[in-house]
T-cell receptor
Framework: DARVTQTPRHKVTEMGQEVTMRCQPI?????VFWYRQTMMQGLELLAY????????DSGMPKDRFSAEMPDATLATLKIQPSEPRDSAVYFC???????????????FGSGTRLTVV | GDSVTQMEGPVTLSEEAFLTINCTYT??????LFWYVQYPGEGLQLLLK?????DKGSNKGFEATYRKETTSFHLEKGSVQVSDSAVYFC????????????FGTGTRLQVFP
């Protein structure tokens, strides 16, 4: 089965350090989402891309977070500097959308569990 | 803006009991509706979907019907198993508008033998 691959699976870092999370979407998918999951806030949409172009990153703290798609096979989410409140599970999801055609839903990766101490 | 409201959990059931998890939505366009399931320590898996009014999505004994008149997409299963214990998320994607996937808060289901 095709899958979305996220690395690393777990990351523990000290406050102030830069963190980079990576996502390899399913080949052929043109839409990529980044979500953050915490017990308190549930699933929050941070950013999403269509055909590598950012469509919406309004859910992302701009001063420290950045999201990019350097090519169609890689999406990255960076936090610099990291803070303890950034501790969460970060999920990437991908899907294929074109116009009003049939939509099959999004496939999620297994997530990166980030702990900032 | 678009939103999804789910019943609070946890839902605690005995094996073979009937399950209903309520979900209602608010959307400005014509959304597609989804149920995702998350098992402990894992990502979200698509359980079922419906893309237009009166569609019924079904998978693994679960089903949900897209009710436009009541803006609902309730999840049901006739006989739950211990292995169904997980967190269930209702979600919508407002096709033709933003295409963002908006989630409810999730409902934890615990099934005991």
């Amino acid at each position: 089965d095709a899958r979305v691959t996220q690395t690393p699976r777990h990351k523990v870092t000290e406050m102030g350090q830069e963190v980079t999370m990576r996502c390899q979407p399913i080949l052929g998918h043109n839409t990529v989402f980044w979500y953050r999951q915490t017990m308190m806030q549930g699933l929050e949409l941070l950013a999403y891309f269509r055909n590598r172009a950012p469509l919406d990153d309004s859910g992302m703290p701009k001063d420290r977070f950045s999201a990019e798609m350097p090519d169609a096979t890689l999406a990255t989410l960076k936090i610099q500097p990291s803070e303890p409140r950034d501790s969460a599970v970060y999920f990437c999801a991908s899907g294929y959308l074109e116009g009003q055609g049939t939509f099959y839903g999004y496939t999620f990766g297994s997530g990166t569990r980030l702990t900032v101490v | 803006g678009d939103s999804v409201t789910q019943m609070e959990g946890p839902v605690t059931l005995s094996e073979e009991a009937f399950l209903t998890i309520n979900c209602t939505y608010t959307a400005t366009g014509y959304p597609s509706l989804f149920w995702y399931v998350q098992y402990p320590g894992e990502g979200l898996q698509l359980l079922l979907k419906a893309t237009k009014a009166d569609d019924k999505g079904s998978n693994k004994g679960f089903e949900a019907t897209y009710r436009k008149e009541t803006t609902s997409f309730h999840l049901e299963k006739g006989s739950v198993q211990v292995s169904d214990s997980a967190v269930y998320f209702c979600a919508l994607s407002d096709r033709g508008n933003t295409d963002k996937l908006i989630f409810g808060t999730g409902t934890r289901l615990q099934v005991f033998p």
